[in-house]
């Protein structure tokens, strides 16, 4: 093993979870899996020749410092002899672990599991701002910070994230930025009479402890009639795309270990035309729900939600050619979308909230249509040549996941560097995406994929199937491998 930390990292998780590993099961999986084997070598330090030259010079600034933020700050400073890289980031737990809170949902690990602390990881010589930046102004190369503290820079990195708008559905509040935030409002409704969302830290813990008074309420049911479970996937990008699908696996595996997955139905409705985008993937998906015996619904979108009699509205569409007048009289036939408001009952209910990233950058002039404009391959600023933007804030096609901000930030150190240096960017990004799929409590698809929309599988098996050794991946080694040697600036 090439990392003995991240190896240590990963036997610390097994030792969490006796009744699934023992270490010495692990110790004997990962000395003979090339799947593992080429995951922790993959973490070993180095940089591209394409940033060779570390003598550059430049003050560079980094808006946001969660996974993206902080491991594009670690490249950076790995790489640029005596560099100057200022991290602002407001939230002292950035870097927790999101892609757990799925996990924590679904009772496999507690909230300590995936909380750290945004301080450990702020690479040595790297300056942190602690605070909130209210405006940027790219045409004059500064933010602001709080309202007060302007801070200049050469070259400005966005790592803003994507914050949850759960306002944008009527009888929800809120506007959730970070996991460090009160979440107050939001928490008005979420987390409590069964309407639930694992898309914040506590909205994950209390997700579990729904599934549990679900399967509770379900052991105590006679009526003829069963419970309802109703998930929800919203109209735009959202991070982990696959993240709501992966809770309805979970609450089905659930109530089938509870015994009760007979009393409840499983409904999921989303407003796109497929369970999954990319057809290879979601061929076999529909197989597993309708092998499970869970509802589709497809172009349903959640509109508002009545907590107090449990009824949740959804824009039924679809799209119907219609005849119009041009300015000059004469017919002409487009194409619009036509809905209809239709009502579910839930008993337990899982919101995907729709996303943007920030007003502060969605709404300047670097953002279009909510999240910053860049161009795909090479992640600028489809306006300024200065400004990049890594992670779920970027305006790419697809990419919002960790896997996908681990392919980006090692482009964007690559063209920074070169920019800085007055070269050309040698990096490209080519849509890397990956959703390590949970279909079970113990089976995992792992679905990559790039904007061919065509599977890219790092591993000579077959993508399309549920697998234990995927498991094994998820659980076991992409934290440890996100932790230490993502947020390093060596994965």
């Given at each position: 093993m090439k990392n003995n930390k991240i190896l240590e990292e990963i036997l610390n998780e097994v030792d969490k979870h006796p009744e699934i590993m023992s270490r010495r099961d692990a110790l004997k999986y990962l000395t003979v899996s090339p799947l593992a084997a080429s995951l922790l070598a993959s973490a070993t330090v180095g940089t591209s020749a394409a940033v060779a030259s570390s003598d550059v010079k430049g003050k560079i600034v980094i808006l946001g410092g969660g996974l993206a933020g902080m491991s594009t700050a670690a490249r950076l400073n790995n790489t640029i002899s005596n560099a100057d890289i200022t991290v602002i980031e407001p939230d002292p737990i950035s870097v927790s672990y999101q892609p757990g809170q799925t996990l924590v949902a679904a009772g496999v690990w507690k909230l300590d599991d995936i909380v750290y602390k945004r301080d450990d990881f702020v690479p040595s010589g790297v300056k942190l701002i602690k605070g909130s930046v209210t405006k940027v102004d790219p045409e004059n190369n500064k933010v602001t910070v709080d309202g007060s503290q302007d801070i200049s820079y050469d070259q400005l990195i966005?790592?803003?994230?994507?914050?949850?708008?759960?306002?944008?559905?009527?009888?929800?509040?809120?506007?959730?930025?970070?996991?460090?935030?009160?979440?107050?409002?939001?928490?008005?409704?979420?987390?409590k009479d069964g309407l639930h969302s694992i898309y914040f830290q506590e909205g994950a813990v209390a997700t579990w402890d729904g599934i549990q008074e679900l399967i509770a309420k379900a052991k105590a049911h006679t009526g003829p009639e069963k419970l309802k479970a109703l998930f929800t996937n919203p109209r735009g990008a959202i991070k982990c795309g696959g993240a709501p699908l992966k809770i309805v696996y979970l609450t089905h595996a659930r109530l089938v270990e509870a015994g009760v997955r007979d009393k409840v139905e499983l409904t999921f409705n989303t407003n796109n035309g497929a369970l999954f985008g990319i057809p290879d993937y979601n061929a076999p998906i529909v197989k597993q729900f309708e092998a499970r015996g869970f509802i589709s619904?497809?172009?349903?979108?959640?509109?508002?939600?009545?907590?107090?009699?449990?009824?949740?509205?959804?824009?039924?569409?679809?799209?119907?050619?219609?005849?119009?007048?041009?300015?000059?009289?004469?017919?002409?036939?487009?194409?619009?979308?036509?809905?209809?408001?239709?009502?579910?009952?839930?008993?337990?209910?899982?919101?995907?909230?729709?996303?943007?990233?920030?007003?502060?950058?969605?709404?300047?002039?670097?953002?279009?249509g909510g999240w910053i404009a860049v161009t795909k391959e090479t992640l600028q600023s489809s306006f300024f040549p200065n400004v990049w933007a890594v992670g779920d804030c970027a305006g790419v096609p697809m990419g919002k996941t960790g896997g996908s901000a681990r392919k980006q930030y090692?482009?964007?150190?690559?063209?920074?560097?070169?920019?800085?240096?007055?070269?050309?960017?040698?990096?490209?990004?080519?849509?890397?995406?990956?959703?390590?799929?949970?279909t079970g409590l113990g089976t995992v698809m792992l679905a990559e994929f790039n904007w061919t929309k065509k599977p890219t599988p790092s591993f000579p098996l077959d993508p399309t199937q549920e697998r234990w050794i995927m498991w094994l991946l998820k659980v076991y080694l992409l934290k440890p491998m996100t932790i230490h040697g993502m947020l390093s600036g060596r994965a």
């Open positions: 966005i790592a803003a994230g994507a914050n949850l708008n759960y306002a944008a559905i009527k009888g929800i509040e809120g506007e959730i930025t970070s996991s460090g935030a009160d979440n107050a409002s939001t928490k008005k409704t979420i987390t619904n497809y172009n349903h979108n959640l509109v508002s939600v009545d907590p107090a009699t449990k009824t949740a509205t959804f824009n039924k569409w679809h799209m119907e050619k219609q005849q119009f007048e041009d300015e000059m009289g004469e017919p002409i036939i487009k194409e619009v979308e036509v809905s209809e408001p239709v009502e579910f009952k839930y008993d337990f209910m899982h919101v995907a909230p729709p996303m943007k990233s920030p007003d502060v950058v969605g709404k300047s002039s670097l953002g279009s090692k482009v964007i150190v690559d063209n920074v560097v070169a920019a800085m240096g007055g070269k050309e960017l040698p990096s490209k990004y080519d849509g890397y995406t990956v959703c390590p799929l949970i």
